[in-house]
């Protein structure tokens, strides 16, 4: 069965640092999506991407978030300046149309800012 | 009104029970509709999709009522493996022409089937 993979599945990283999550989407879906869960909380969309540009995003993706595909293959999250509340599960999607398909999702980095 | 409410529970039931879990959502123009499971730390992944006619998959009855805006999921004979949190997932897919299928999802709601 068709997969998406994240890496890294775990990152601790200092107060104001700058993290890249990367995602590689199943090959022939068209939308891709980043999601967040922190602990304890429900999951959050963050950003939906479609043709190669941003087509939503929430509230929590402010300026200090960033979404890239750089190759056919890659879609990676950057957090420019990393803040304790970070701190969460964060999910990659993707979907060929999901209407009334459903969505898969990676199996998620826990980013840990300390 | 959350966007998307169920009921957290806990649901504590033995091998062989049925459960049924409950959702409602407050966005009219909301397109399509998932039941998903989370296991602790993991990934949600797709449970079923949730049509307006019902649908079965096995041990697993999905209804949707879009008059009440309700969705419901039934799960028969419980299986130990069946312990996990339920989420009721909304997709606005197309909503107001603007969005590109954001899944909105509820709290979850967490079963633990006992011996």
């Known amino acids: 069965e068709p997969e998406v993979t994240q890496t890294p599945s775990h990152q601790v990283t200092q107060m104001g640092q700058e993290v890249i999550l990367r995602c590689v989407p199943i090959?022939?879906?068209?939308?891709f999506y980043w999601y967040r869960q922190i602990l304890g909380q429900k999951v959050e969309f963050l950003v939906s991407?479609?043709?190669?540009?941003?087509?939503?995003k929430s509230e929590i993706f402010d300026d200090q978030f960033s979404v890239e595909r750089p190759d056919g293959s890659n879609f990676t999250l950057k957090i420019r300046s990393t803040k304790l509340e970070d701190s969460a599960m964060y999910f990659c999607?993707?979907?060929?149309?999901?209407?009334?398909?459903?969505?898969?999702f990676g199996s998620g980095t826990r980013l840990t800012v300390v | 009104r959350k966007e998307v409410e169920q009921d957290p529970g806990p649901f504590n039931v033995p091998e062989g029970a049925t459960v049924a879990f409950n959702c409602t959502y407050s966005?009219?123009?909301?397109?399509?509709f998932f039941w998903y499971r989370q296991d602790c730390r993991k990934e949600p992944k797709l449970l079923m999709s949730?049509?307006?006619?019902?649908n079965e998959d096995g041990r697993f009855t999905a209804q949707l009522n879009r008059a009440s805006q309700y969705i419901s999921l039934l799960i028969r004979d419980s299986k130990l493996s069946d312990s996990a949190t339920y989420l009721c997932?909304?997709?606005?897919w197309g909503a107001g022409g603007t969005s590109y299928g954001k899944l909105t999802f509820g709290q979850g709601t967490i079963l633990t089937v006992h011996p």
């Open positions: 999607a993707s979907t060929s149309h999901g209407t009334y398909d459903g969505y898969t």
């Open positions: 090959s022939n879906h068209l939308y």
């Open positions: 991407f479609y043709n190669n540009e941003i087509s939503e």
């Open positions: 966005n009219s123009a909301s397109q399509s």
């Open positions: 949730v049509y307006s006619s019902g």
């Open positions: 997932v909304v997709n606005d």
